[in-house]
T-cell receptor
Framework: DTGVSQDPRHKITKRGQNVTFRCDPI?????LYWYRQTLGQGPEFLTY????????KSRLLSDRFSAERPKGSFSTLEIQRTEQGDSAMYLC??????????????????FGEGSRLTVL | AQSVTQLDSHVSVSEGTPVLLRCNYS??????LFWYVQHPNKGLQLLLK??????LVKGINGFEAEFKKSETSFHLTKPSAHMSDAAEYFC??????????????FGAGTRLAVHP
């Protein structure tokens, strides 16, 4: 399977602990995105990378959250000092970049199955 | 600011009957609109997209949607429901002046149930 893979699929942690999620995008996809989905809601944008550069961060991404994509391939999302409100599904997606940037970007994102976080 | 409203949180149909999932959007500029589907324990999958070409868009698995600018709607339809269509459906908007394709705005979702 050459789709987007996320690890771990499920994580249960106690409040105050740190957690890290990993995302492996589809190879050759330059763009990588993180979204968060809470129960009964649609996914919400958190941040995105073009290659190794983090180009945009949502205001939802507090200082306790940090995302990296050091070599422009896989990405990690770390949450420090977790709170119960962090409980959610964390979704990773990737997309190719068009020949002329956004103008030719089809807008299709390829999503992984998500990492579900439960903070007790 | 752009936003998406899915008018029904749950829709229930019988197998073989038509499906209608309703979506209204708000966008300052010409939007691009999408429908994504999420099956249990599966990643979100693109069903179809509208990007200022034909207003009637055909997608995978027999789904289609019509962009109506005057009504700011992008409803999803299918003539005959199949059991495998049971899933969560998300209407999504993006526009080039608010993050472009890099930032998709999702509706809250509509859960479709299909009964034998």
């Amino acid at each position: 399977d050459t789709g987007v893979s996320q690890d771990p699929r499920h994580k249960i942690t106690k409040r105050g602990q740190n957690v890290t999620f990993r995302c492996d995008p589809i190879s050759e996809h330059n763009r990588l995105y993180w979204y968060r989905q809470t129960l009964g809601q649609g996914p919400e944008f958190l941040t995105y990378f073009q290659n190794e550069a983090q180009l945009e961060k949502s205001r939802l991404l507090s200082d306790r959250f940090s995302a990296e994509r050091p070599k422009g391939s896989f990405s990690t999302l770390e949450i420090q000092r977790t709170e119960q409100g962090d409980s959610a599904m964390y979704l990773c997606a990737s997309s190719p970049i068009g020949l002329a940037g956004d103008q030719y970007n089809t807008g299709e994102l390829f999503f992984g199955e998500g990492s579900r976080l439960t903070v007790l | 600011a752009q936003s998406v409203t899915q008018l029904d949180s749950h829709v229930s149909v019988s197998e073989g009957t038509p499906v209608l999932l309703r979506c209204n959007y708000s966008s300052s500029y010409s939007p691009s609109l999408f429908w994504y589907v999420q099956h249990p324990n599966k990643g979100l999958q693109l069903l179809l997209k509208y990007t200022s070409a034909a207003t009637l868009v055909k997608g995978i698995n027999g789904f289609e949607a019509e962009f109506k600018k005057s009504e700011t709607s992008f409803h999803l339809t299918k003539p005959s429901a199949h059991m495998s269509d049971a899933a969560e459906y998300f209407c999504v908007v993006s526009d080039l002046f608010s993050g472009g394709y890099n930032k998709l705005i999702f509706g809250a979702g509509t859960r479709l149930a299909v009964h034998p």
